[in-house]
């Protein structure tokens, strides 16, 4: 069974003292459609209990598989035992996936155990991927020649309109679009919030909530081929 490694936020206060962390739906909707044919590690930098972003079970109080994933047991106690990050062997695992929410564009980006994660992943050639905001987390991870990962790859993140519209901007220290279209080439849905996810390589990322399950789908193609 090929075995992927989800990865939170341990930031809980955005740049304004304000609430945030990991987005609800942007865990549960790939953990299902995931979950019956790989295995599945939660990790983060501080480990166990990655705060959730209380607006996120808010927000999607009426969806099916964040309501489940909520109340999961399974769920519950991958959440509550949590590795950290420094404690993870990148040969454990088939693919990576970082969970959106505005968390990880505050502790990720900078975390030097996180940049050098996922560059041993990429650089072992292993899919990595990310949503949302998520994306934000691989903004200094390199490849073996020390070029981003984003260099000549095209890749899909919240886009600038999207964190206006969550009145996000000021919350966070830089906007994932911009980053993104500095670093290579960046492409989003015609509307905000249309799902939009886009496979390069190994390289897979999405939009925004809406393209969670899709991501899911495409790791779940990744490993099967």
């Not at 995931?34 to 990790?43: G, M, R, V, Y």
């Not at 996936?97 to 990720?108: A, E, K, N, S, W």
């Not at 679009?177 to 496979?199: H, I, N, Q, S, W």
Request: aromatic share 8%; hydrophobic share 40%.
């Amino acid at each position: 069974m090929p075995s992927v490694l989800f990865v939170f936020t341990s930031a809980d206060k955005n740049l304004k003292d304000g609430p945030t962390g990991w987005f609800l739906p942007e865990a549960a909707h790939p953990y299902y459609v995931l979950k019956d044919i790989a295995s599945i590690d939660f990790a983060s930098p501080k480990g166990a209990n990655p705060p959730l972003d209380p607006s996120s079970v808010k927000a999607f109080a009426e969806d099916k598989e964040s309501v489940q994933f909520l109340n999961d047991e399974t769920a519950k106690s991958k959440l509550s035992n949590a590795k950290k990050l420094s404690d993870v062997k990148v040969e454990d695992y088939d693919a990576i996936f970082y969970v959106g929410g505005q968390g990880p564009v505050i502790d990720l980006p900078a975390d030097p155990v996180n940049i050098k994660l996922a560059t041993e992943f990429w650089q072992a050639g292993k899919i990595t991927s990310a949503v949302c905001h998520g994306p934000g987390a691989l903004v200094n991870v390199v490849d073996k020649d020390g070029k981003s990962i984003f260099a000549g790859k095209k890749a899909t993140g919240i886009s600038n309109r999207e964190d206006e519209i969550l009145d996000a901007v000021a919350n966070i220290p830089f906007l994932v679009e911009d980053k993104l279209r500095a670093l290579g080439t960046y492409e989003k849905a015609a509307e905000p919030f249309e799902a939009y996810v886009v496979v390069d390589g190994k390289l897979i990322t999405g939009q925004n909530p809406a393209s969670a399950a899709g991501v899911g789908k495409a790791i779940l193609e990744a490993l099967r081929n």
